[in-house]
């Protein structure tokens, strides 16, 4: 009696397996191994290559003994707090306007939206000119009579930071206006018909109804948008090179110099891994709850 | 995005019209300033630049810094121009996209139709990679690009996208065929119909419009890589690197002109793909948020 | 042994069992119904008799082989899906003939076989179309085309009607009806909509919680439920269930009940061994229909025995009234004739059958054998 699956069944019970195998083992290697390999490194005196001489905790120590770092932190913290804020406002301002039935909305949305299709290195390129007192912004101003207008934040030490903010919030506050335009777009008109004849006001329809139903949009927004705002690389190299000085430098910037520039490669670990986990302290239990709740 | 057409039921006055109106052509504006800045002096003879107004029309058009950009500028040290670059880009982008699509289709099947104990698991730690910053993986991977013979080649960069692009390219298909009737594969297994003809003939002839996401995405993250780029490259640097580069060189006089025509050269193809695509686009961007 | 059995399986999903040692054996050119509520375990036997689902235990047998572990194709089974599944990107008939088409057959042959069907089931014009250009009811028969055209051994349906309007499921009832008395071709069907079950099959499986409550012919399961569940999830509205107690009287039991007006009815069963039961208390089971106006009670029955009660709410429906009443504290639907005269808040004389009642021994909720 055939009690044991037939051959064609047992294959077919493989197959899905071994598909998927592949795509698995090289996250297992190149995701999870790596970031293992990266942990074990930050522990070692590595310098220009990999060496596996066990330090402890020396690298860390070093590492936040280092005013560079330090700098990169401030930064990144002060950088990752206004970018995700502006983006957030202008974007629900403008999802917000752009669903009171404007005419040309569909003009409007591609404009709004065009940035996030072009490269950081492009975006750094425009504004670094734009920005730069010598050709940019504030030649234009003088040119156009505006003799005492002065605008030299891009090589200015204090204030260079956030020009990355400007052309940060430039290049994705469109795309989280369309974020937000979906979850206004998703909210079911009748609660809000029903709030008006409760005589509520635009204002407080959008406080107290429309917002709070905009939570989901407001979450997703905030893990994308931390989530660039940490592995900001390229902005930061094409607009400033995290200069001037080491003005600008961010723990994107510091990562890459100490490991292949400047031959700290046990630093350079170490900063990745504390990278990796601040992402991890947003991502993980965002993925945790999508993942759980799509079961 | 395209199919969002309801409306709210808020009614608003003219005067806070006037107002919204007023706020979103001034945004307008500011997005389309670089663009604008961009093209116009790109087509400007540099001493109109250095010596007029950014913001002005050319009053002498040229197309010689475009094709100075394209085919003699000084990149690092040898006066190619980008098209090189562009060349290299070509090569990479192309079978990246290709063959982390077809993985995550693939994959995306298995997760939902062939679904076994753990495969949440697996999808998470897939869907996690997608998110971790490249820094932690560079030192590593440079390693291996490095024994492996890969290191600065085309190859190796198409191996490293592949490799960190399948997450993406697995959460579009798993969330598109989750919604995919799992009767009709139990249909056409009773029909006799095994595995991968199931996949053939029933799933990917619907699979068109998550394709073109999945395509469009790997396309934009790939093309306007620099990270990777700039640690792989090699002797075969991307587009991306070669701009970087050029505008970056701190010899000789900063031909601005050529180096707005390099950025919208390095900014064309995902332009053009979003113009010509812009809604698959959109709405690659969303399904990063994970919900599908 | 059957044309399809199915002996002592169980299902298990980890530690949750599912489906408790279902044994089933189905004749050649049967129609067993699986009916119960949602959540029972119907499909996940379905699917395992189709092969989609693993068996945890026991064994599946068609025509004499056990098929534990045989691919879905090898099972020479067809199925119709609730959603009917059918693939999106074909046309119908590349539908219908897909399966064949992965068995091998010649095209000549699948072309034969394609037309057969389309004539059977009158949907020769809607070959070329995609399923989206179909109706409801026009996929539908797709659907069953898909599966005729195998000319399986078996046929499996998994609540084909539950997506259609009401009036086309009546119609495609009948039809589904129709095709099994012309083919006779061994069919399962699954549906939780007990006048469904009811109407079209020869036996009907009653399942509830992963276990068969009841496996019988129509008017068994009707008219002798074997227990509270299949007596109260079968017929519509459902089986009045009332406590009462057993009393003897001029040598015969009858069952002692109170209304609301405190008033005391002792109605003679026509089951005699309840006289076992005397002094005890039962759950005495009485359907709608087999409490009347006099005028409208059954004349072939032996036992009916008439009763006043007050009356609490009518509800005309078309061709019936029903009336509810109150005994022993629970309400009691009566069905009377369209035109019967009754008030609410006014009693009114009943006639009820005494020979469709059944008791049951309110310990167990099984019913107390004849
Ligand atoms: N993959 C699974 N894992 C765990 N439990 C499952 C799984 N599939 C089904 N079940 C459980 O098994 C039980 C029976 O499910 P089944 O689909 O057979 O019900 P059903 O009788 O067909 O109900 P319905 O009328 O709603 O279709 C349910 O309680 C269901 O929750
Ligand atoms: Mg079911």
Same mark, same amino acid.
């Given at each position: 009696m055939a009690t044991e699956a037939d051959f064609r069944t047992r294959l077919q019970d493989? %197959?899905?397996? %071994?598909?998927?195998?592949?795509?698995?083992? *090289?996250?297992? %290697?190149? *995701?999870?191994?790596?970031?293992?390999?990266?942990?074990? %490194?930050?522990?070692?005196g590595s310098k220009m290559l990999p060496k596996f001489t066990w330090v402890g905790f020396e690298n860390y120590e070093k590492l936040f003994a280092l005013p560079a770092w330090n700098t990169a932190i401030v930064n990144i913290a002060i950088f990752a707090t206004l970018y995700i804020v502006i983006c957030t406002v202008i974007g629900l301002m403008l999802a917000i306007f752009l669903d009171q039935k404007i005419r040309g909305e569909g003009m409007l949305r591609p404009i709004y939206l065009y940035p996030m299709a072009l490269s950081f290195i492009v975006t750094g390129t425009a504004w670094k000119w734009f920005l730069d007192p010598g050709i940019g912004l504030e030649r234009i101003m003088h040119q156009w009579g505006w003799e005492s207008f002065s605008f030299t934040w891009i090589k200015d030490g204090e204030m260079a930071l956030y020009t990355i903010v400007i052309a940060a919030v430039w290049q994705t506050s469109g795309f989280v206006m369309a974020m937000f335009l979906a979850g206004l777009r998703g909210i079911d008109n009748e609660t809000l018909k029903a709030a008006q004849i409760d005589g509520a006001s635009n204002w407080q329809l959008y406080r107290r109804i429309v917002i709070p139903l905009l939570r989901p949009a407001f979450l997703s927004a905030f893990v994308i948008l931390s989530h660039l705002a940490i592995k900001s690389y390229d902005l930061v190299i094409a607009l400033t090179g995290g200069g001037p000085g080491r003005a600008t430098e961010m723990p994107a910037t510091f990562m890459y110099s100490y490991t292949f520039t400047r031959n700290q490669m046990g630093i350079g670990a170490s900063s990745a891994v504390i990278m990796l986990m601040t992402i991890a302290a947003i991502m993980v239990p965002y993925l945790y709850a999508e993942l759980k709740e799509k079961k | 995005m395209a199919a969002v057409t309801q409306d709210t039921a808020v009614s608003t006055g003219r005067i806070t019209r006037t107002f919204i109106y007023l706020v979103l052509v001034l945004f307008a504006l500011f997005y389309l300033l670089p663009l604008y800045v961009m093209g116009v002096n790109s087509l400007k003879p540099l001493n109109e630049i250095t010596g007029g107004n950014m913001m002005a029309l050319p009053s002498q058009w040229t197309l010689e810094p475009w094709r100075s950009a394209w085919s003699t500028a000084q990149i690092g040290v040898e006066p190619t121009g980008l098209k090189p670059y562009f060349l290299? +880009?070509?090569?990479?982008?192309?079978?990246?996209?290709?063959? #982390?699509?077809?993985?995550?289709?693939? /994959?995306?099947?298995?997760?939902?139709? &062939?679904?076994?104990?753990?495969?949440? &698991? !697996?999808?998470?730690? $897939?869907?996690?990679?997608?998110?971790?910053?490249?820094?932690?993986?560079?030192i590593p991977m440079a390693v291996v690009l490095g024994k492996l013979g890969l290191a600065g080649t085309v190859p190796g960069l198409i191996l490293v996208h592949v490799v960190y692009g399948i997450g993406f390219t697995t959460l579009y298909f798993r969330n598109y065929y989750a919604s995919f009737p799992t009767e009709l594969v139990r249909a056409a297994m009773i029909d006799g119909a095994g595995f991968f003809r199931i996949f053939w003939r029933i799933l990917l002839p619907v699979s068109g419009p998550i394709a073109v996401v999945s395509v469009i995405w790997q396309f934009t993250n790939i093309w306007n890589d620099f990270?990777?780029?700039? +640690?792989?490259?090699?002797? #075969?640097?991307? $587009?991306?690197?070669?701009?970087?580069?050029?505008?970056? +060189?701190?010899?000789? !006089?900063?031909?601005? /002109?050529?180096?707005?025509?390099?950025?919208?050269?390095?900014?064309?193809?995902?332009?053009?793909v979003y113009i010509v695509a812009g809604r698959y686009f959109v709405r690659g961007l969303m399904a990063g948020s994970v919900k599908g | 042994m059957g044309f399809l059995d199915i002996r002592n399986v169980t299902k298990s999903y980890g530690p949750v069992q599912v489906l408790h040692r279902i044994d089933i054996a189905v004749e050649e050119g049967e129609f067993l119904v699986l009916v119960g509520p949602s959540g029972c375990g119907k499909s996940t036997l379905l699917n395992m008799i189709a092969g989609l689902e693993a068996i945890t235990d026991g064994e599946i047998a068609i025509k004499g082989r056990v098929v534990n572990g045989v691919h879905p194709s090898k099972r020479n089974i067809a199925m119709v899906f609730q959603s009917y599944a059918l693939y999106p990107n074909m046309t119908v008939g590349q539908n219908m003939t897909f399966g064949l088409e992965m068995h091998g057959v010649p095209k000549p042959e699948r072309d034969r076989a394609l037309a057969d069907v389309a004539k059977l089931l009158q949907i020769e014009t809607l070959l070329d179309r995609k399923p989206g250009q179909l109706s409801g009811g026009q996929r539908q028969r797709v659907a069953m085309g898909r599966a005729l055209v195998r000319n399986p051994d078996v046929f499996l349906f998994d609540e084909p009607l539950s997506n259609l309007d009401a009036k086309l499921r009546v119609d495609m009832r009948t039809e589904i009806k129709k095709l099994h008395q012309k083919l006779k071709t061994t069919i399962v069907y699954v549906t939780h909509d007990q006048i469904e079950a009811l109407t079209l099959s020869t036996r009907i499986a009653v399942m509830n919680k992963g276990h068969v409550q009841q496996l019988g012919t129509p008017k068994e399961i009707y008219d002798t439920p074997a227990n509270l569940f299949v007596a109260t999830f079968m017929g519509s509205p459902a089986m009045n269930i009332v406590p009462a107690t057993v009393v003897m009287e001029n040598g015969h039991p009858h069952a002692a009940l109170t209304d609301a007006d405190g008033g005391v009815h002792r109605l003679r069963f026509s089951q005699a061994n309840l006289a076992a039961w005397e002094g005890k208390p039962i759950l005495l089971g009485i359907r709608p229909e087999a409490i009347t106006d006099p005028e409208g009670a059954d004349r072939k029955s032996g036992n009916i025995q008439p009763f006043s009660n007050r009356v609490t709410v009518t509800e005309p429906a078309g061709s019936d009234t029903f009336v509810t009443m109150t005994l022993s504290g629970k309400d009691v639907i009566a069905r009377m004739r369209a035109d019967a005269n009754v008030t609410p808040g006014q009693s009114f004389d009943f006639a009820i059958n005494m020979e469709k009642a059944v008791a049951f021994d309110p310990a167990t909720e099984a019913r107390i054998p004849a």
């Open positions: 493989w %197959l899905p397996k %071994l598909v998927l195998a592949p795509s698995f083992a *090289v996250t297992l %290697l190149f *995701v999870y191994g790596f970031i293992l390999f990266t942990i074990v %490194l930050s522990f070692t | 290299n +880009s070509i090569l990479m982008v192309v079978p990246a996209v290709a063959i #982390s699509t077809i993985i995550g289709a693939l /994959n995306g099947y298995v997760l939902t139709k &062939w679904r076994f104990r753990g495969d949440t &698991w !697996v999808f998470g730690l $897939m869907l996690f990679s997608c998110f971790i910053p490249f820094q932690i993986v560079l990270l990777f780029g700039v +640690s792989f490259g090699g002797t #075969s640097q991307p $587009m991306t690197v070669a701009l970087n580069n050029l505008v970056q +060189s701190s010899t000789g !006089v900063k031909e601005y /002109n050529v180096h707005f025509a390099g950025a919208i050269l390095a900014a064309l193809p995902t332009l053009l | -």
